[in-house]
C-alpha cells in the first residue's frame, strides 16, 4: 500500500484477464471477479473492513481471523469483528496476484497481497502479508465464501463462544483434502505437499516469500524444525463447483513439533484452494494462521 492505494493497480490486474485460459465466458467471469475483489478493497478502505466484510460475504461464509478459531456465518463474522476493538481506526487493502473461475462460473479462488495501516492523517505502520479467498456467484453478484487473511492483525482477538460441530465436509475436493492429510500422516508433510500441489502451487513463507511448485514447497517443509514435524488436519468445510473443476477446502490442523525438552504443538487453521481434473485434486495455495489450542476435530 502507498498513499492509501492497493499494491497492485487495477489496471495491470486486469491485463492478465487476457491471459487467462477458457473461453470468452470464462474471462468475463474472470474479469468480473476482479472487478469485484477490487471494489471490496477500495470499499474497506473508505469505509472500514467490517463493514466491507458485511457486505460482501455470503451468508454461510466463513472468515480464518489469526488468533480466532473458523468463525462461520455472514451475522457471526459481523459479530466477531464489530466486537474487535483494534479495527477501528484500522485500513485494511488487498489485491490478487492469482486468481481463477470455474468451467461453469459459480465459484472463484484468489490469492494475493494485503496491507494493514493504522489511518492518522494519512495512513501510517503500514504492515504487508498475504490472503487467500474463495467467491460463490450469486446471480450476478460474487459473495465471499472464505478469507484467510496471512498476516498478524494487532492486539489480541476477543474470541466468540464456541461453536457446535457441523456435519462432515463432503464432496470432491474434501475428499482431495482428507488424502492430502492421510499421506502427511503416513508419509510425512513435505512428501504429501509435493505429490498435492500443482504444478503452479504457491505456499506462502513466514518471511514474506512464495514457495512455487512441488519442489520448492517441498524444500521450505524441509527446512529446520518443521522436517521431523507431525502433521494431523481435516477438513471442517468444503465446497466443489457443479462443474468440478475447482474447489476450496478449509479445516483446522496440529502440528507436533519434537525437540530436546519434549514435543512443542502449533495450532492452525487453514484454506485450501483447489484444482480438480480427472478424478484428481491437485492445490493451487495453502496457507493458514494461528488458532486457539484445540483438537483438530472437536
Not at 460482501?56 to 456465518?73: H, K, V
Not at 450469486?138 to 472464505?146: E, I, N, S
Not at 516469500?209 to 524444525?225: T, V
Request: charged share 15%; hydrophobic share 45%.
Amino acid at each position: 500500500m502507498v498513499c492509501g492505494r492497493p499494491v497492485i493497480r487495477f489496471g495491470l490486474i486486469l491485463a492478465l484477464v487476457g491471459a487467462l485460459p477458457g473461453t470468452a465466458a470464462a474471462q468475463s467471469s474472470a474479469a468480473s471477479l476482479l472487478a469485484a475483489e477490487q471494489a471490496a478493497s477500495e470499499l474497506s478502505r473508505a469505509e472500514g473492513f467490517v463493514h466491507a466484510l458485511s457486505a460482501i460475504t455470503s451468508d454461510e461464509a466463513t472468515l480464518l481471523y489469526p488468533g480466532a478459531d473458523l468463525i462461520t456465518g455472514r451475522a457471526a463474522i459481523t459479530a466477531f469483528l464489530a466486537n474487535q476493538p483494534e479495527l477501528e481506526g484500522l485500513v485494511v487493502q488487498w489485491a490478487p496476484l492469482h486468481l481463477e473461475v470455474s468451467g461453469d462460473g459459480t465459484l472463484g479462488v484468489s490469492w494475493g497481497t494485503l496491507s494493514l495501516g493504522i489511518r492518522t492523517d494519512g495512513v501510517a505502520g503500514v504492515t504487508n502479508g498475504k490472503y487467500l479467498a474463495a467467491w460463490r456467484r450469486v446471480g450476478d453478484l460474487w459473495r465471499l465464501a472464505a478469507f484467510a487473511p496471512l498476516v498478524p492483525f494487532p492486539g489480541t482477538p476477543v474470541l466468540p463462544a464456541g461453536r457446535a460441530q457441523t456435519d462432515p465436509a463432503v464432496g470432491p475436493a474434501a475428499a482431495a483434502d482428507r488424502d492430502f492429510a492421510a499421506m502427511a500422516a503416513r508419509s510425512g508433510a513435505p512428501v504429501a505437499f509435493e505429490a498435492f500441489a500443482a504444478q503452479d502451487a504457491v505456499t506462502f513463507s513466514g518471511s514474506g516469500l512464495l514457495n512455487r511448485g512441488p519442489a520448492a514447497i517441498r524444500a521450505a517443509l524441509e527446512g529446520g524444525a518443521l522436517r521431523t514435524a507431525r502433521w494431523e488436519w481435516a477438513p471442517m468445510v468444503a465446497e466443489t463447483a457443479t462443474s468440478e473443476d475447482l474447489g476450496f477446502t478449509i479445516g483446522r490442523a496440529t502440528i507436533t513439533i519434537p525437540g530436546s525438552d519434549g514435543d512443542r504443538q502449533a495450532y492452525s487453521k487453514y484454506l485450501s484452494l483447489w484444482r480438480l481434473e480427472g478424478g484428481k485434486g491437485r492445490f493451487l495455495a495453502d496457507g493458514g494462521n494461528q488458532r486457539p489450542p484445540g483438537p483438530v476435530q472437536p
